[in-house]
């Protein structure tokens, strides 16, 4: 039984409008940590909030831990949430915003004051908060104050963790910091977490699982490296990876692929020797190998120079490519990534995506009716 699961769910915010989220079925399994990821107006965020209570379900179902959930208030789902805002009490300690929540609560629920004492004080021990709890949150970093919104949602010993975009208002030095403090508390506790963003970097790099979501409806639902290296589509190929991959229009035909403008001809792997027709060619920009003799012969239109590697742009007719040059050194970059020279590149069979004319994948291992990787 996943731990949660969506089944079927959909949101309308108006009858005749076009749906929000739509036909949406994902499992997440017990102490998963899986990232919800797309761009703005996805139905990402929308997806959280429906877990969380917070928006009524059109149709579907939504199950936590096998009860379903649709028609319970966010107080009975026991789910805990970080918002994008640290909404933290300014009057208060960090301390008593940890504690505050749990000394609220009436009835049955209260807690007796020594446990919410070991509680609060096991949160600040995993988020390193001990030095500061007598702090007020002006006097935090952001990456402290996003802590403490953190160990506010801990302290309730949620089924499930939701995070919606909560570093985004970090600077880019602390949200990386911050992605390996989420990492490590994730796999510390175990708490199954459903996390939100738009940053591809953040769903590479914490999800166990990622569901690549566009226009309300999942596109796929898969491990990252899957996703990247197997994208079920076109937009997941094109929304993973900085730079993204590279797509371009033509005919498959006689086990080769053809740019629609003739510039390029490329053999094609056995696998893809049945297809014909219209297509879409699809390969990383890593995988792009610059030759010094032979290949298909493109001009360099511009390079960023980042360092430890270099991303080039090529054109040949209607054709745009980009190649990345790991560790280029002064004689490739005096020989590769002058704007006007003429290079010589190549694309490895075992790299290359071929995509149908709906955008789907057309590669053997693609399950076409699922959307989903299927594991060989």
Request: proline share 6%.
């Amino acid at each position: 039984m996943s731990y949660v699961r969506f089944e079927a769910v959909e949101k309308r915010y108006n009858p005749d409008d076009e749906p929000a989220v739509q036909g949406l079925n994902i499992d997440v399994n017990e102490g998963e940590f899986l990232v919800l990821v797309g761009p703005s107006g996805c139905g990402k965020s929308t997806t959280l909030r429906m877990l969380a209570g917070l928006e009524d379900i059109t149709s579907g179902s939504i199950s936590i831990d096998g009860a379903r959930v649709n028609d319970l208030p966010p107080s009975a789902r026991g789910v805990g949430m970080v918002f994008q805002s640290y909404a933290l009490y300014p009057h208060m300690t960090v301390e008593k915003n940890l504690s505050f929540g749990l000394r609220m609560a009436r009835g049955d629920d209260r807690l007796p004051s020594k446990e919410i004492e070991a509680r609060v004080k096991e949160a600040a021990s995993v988020l390193g908060l001990e030095p500061y709890m007598d702090r007020l949150p002006r006097h935090l970093s952001g990456g402290q104050r996003q802590r403490v919104a953190l160990g506010r949602a801990l302290v309730r010993r949620p089924k499930v963790l939701l995070m919606d975009e909560p570093l985004s208002n970090l600077d880019a030095k602390l949200r990386n910091q911050m992605r390996v403090e989420l990492r490590r508390i994730h796999d510390e506790l175990g708490t199954t977490t459903v996390y939100v963003t738009h940053d591809q970097v953040e769903a590479m790099t914490l999800a166990d699982r990622i569901a690549v979501m566009d226009q309300g409806v999942l596109q796929q639902h898969a491990t990252p490296m899957e996703a990247y290296h197997r994208p079920a589509n076109t937009f997941v190929a094109s929304f993973l990876g900085r730079p993204p991959m590279n797509l371009i229009e033509g005919t498959c035909g006689d086990g080769a692929f053809r740019s629609a403008c003739g510039t390029l001809r490329i053999e094609l792997p056995s696998v893809f020797f049945d297809v014909s027709g219209e297509v879409t060619f699809g390969i990383r920009p890593e995988d792009v190998v610059i030759v010094a003799e032979g290949g298909s012969t493109l001009e360099v239109r511009d390079a960023e120079r980042l360092g430890a590697e270099t991303i080039v742009h090529l054109q040949g007719g209607a054709v745009m490519l980009a190649a990345v040059v790991h560790r280029p050194g002064m004689e490739m970059q005096a020989a590769h990534e002058e704007r006007g020279a003429t290079i010589g590149v190549s694309f490895p069979t075992e790299a290359i995506h071929l995509f149908g004319p709906d955008g789907k994948s057309l590669a053997p291992h693609m399950d076409a009716t699922q959307n989903e990787v299927v594991n060989e």
